[in-house]
């Protein structure tokens, strides 16, 4: 671990992380929780699912975001003609003055700091997986090679929940990779006409670069050094742990709707984010309304309903807003 920062340095670094939310605020209208969401991802070292109905700005919040740190930034637009080599890379022949042959290793759009995964739904499995490897272990392997990505590492994927023609749902191993999943919700109308105002005038808004890659790495290592007191730390974990029905503290909206509860990369995220969340509040400690904030996005898309709870329309937001209003009755 590396050493806790002084006073001084941990306040120049809640200042990048202000100065990093104007930027933001520049181009993008609203979405204050959306941003707030993403950025807990960045400070995280995590990766985030972005599900919201076209023309939302999904896209350009993430550009925006890529803008605003000094990172490199791909983008992957997802099709179902693309292969895995398409995003990984492939080995390609060079041929000498002599005509010897040799390979070598052109990386795709995946070897960059920051890859937007732009409609991932519409890849065909062969290709979803091919991110795995890279979202766990931040390698790619071609061949017999194994290449590192560069550090730090991130993928922001989106998706349209309303279009399932031509789809292929991501499966539940790829879903459990991503820290946290994000709705993106639909603007206000005051959100619209300042969105028509901005994107119809003669000037176009730009986000100013305001931190490096040190400055992001430095933020991820002092928000893991976020104290967790043992109460806190247990309260997350039966708060996981209600999500399974088999559990005597579930609330019956577990018992009867879902099939499968949250895995052990559930706390992990809720920790991880609470923790990222205490620092960006300017404290030295996780508390539980921290672990309570940080639940939806991190536990959404790791919750899986049975048949009973699918006809009923009840949703996985359903699910874990009556899990933190049992816990809330019981703390």
């Known amino acids: 671990m590396d050493k806790i920062e002084s006073k001084e340095q941990i306040n120049q670094l809640l200042e990048t992380v202000a ?12 979405q204050k929780e959306v941003v707030e969401q993403l950025l807990w991802c960045l400070f995280a070292g995590g990766h985030a699912l972005l599900e919201g109905i076209p023309g939302l700005g999904k896209t350009m919040l993430v550009r925006t975001i890529a803008e605003t740190v000094d990172l490199s930034f791909s983008r992957i637009q997802f099709t179902p003609d693309l292969m895995p080599a398409d995003i990984t890379g492939t080995n390609i022949i060079q ?22 995964a732009d409609e991932i739904n519409r890849a065909t499995p062969k290709t979803q997986s091919a991110l795995l490897e890279a979202m766990q272990e931040k390698t790619v392997t071609v061949g017999s090679e194994t290449h590192e990505l560069p550090q730090p590492f991130f993928v922001l994927a989106t998706q349209n929940p309303l279009e399932n023609e031509g789809t292929y749902p991501l499966p539940e191993a790829q879903l459990d990779r991503f820290l946290l999943k994000i709705h993106v919700s639909y603007p206000t109308k005051e959100e619209l006409k300042e969105i028509v105002l901005r994107t ?13 890659g040190e400055a992001i790495r430095r933020i991820q ?7 967790v007191a043992d109460d806190v730390l247990d309260y997350a974990v039966r708060l996981l742990l209600s999500t399974h029905p088999a559990e005597p503290d579930a ?13 052990p990369r559930g706390i992990q995220a809720i920790v991880s984010l609470a923790k990222v969340r205490a620092f960006c509040a300017g404290r030295l400690n996780v508390s539980y309304h921290d672990i309570d904030q940080v639940a939806l996005p991190a536990l959404r898309h790791r919750i899986f309903l049975n048949f009973e709870g699918q006809a009923a329309g009840v949703t996985t937001d359903d699910v874990v807003r009556d899990v933190l209003a049992a816990m809330e009755s019981r703390r």
């Open 200 to 212: 119809t005038s003669s000037t176009e808004a730009r986000a100013e670069k305001v931190a490096d």
């Open 19 to 30: 100065a990093i939310r104007e930027q933001i605020g520049r181009v993008i209208v609203g």
């Open 221 to 227: 290592e002092t928000a893991r050094q976020m104290l």
């Open 95 to 116: 041929f000498g003055n002599r005509g010897e042959t040799s390979y070598r290793f052109q990386p795709g759009p995946l070897f960059g700091h920051l890859v937007l």
């Open 251 to 263: 609330p019956e909206s577990v018992r009867r709707h879902v099939q499968f509860g949250s895995g």
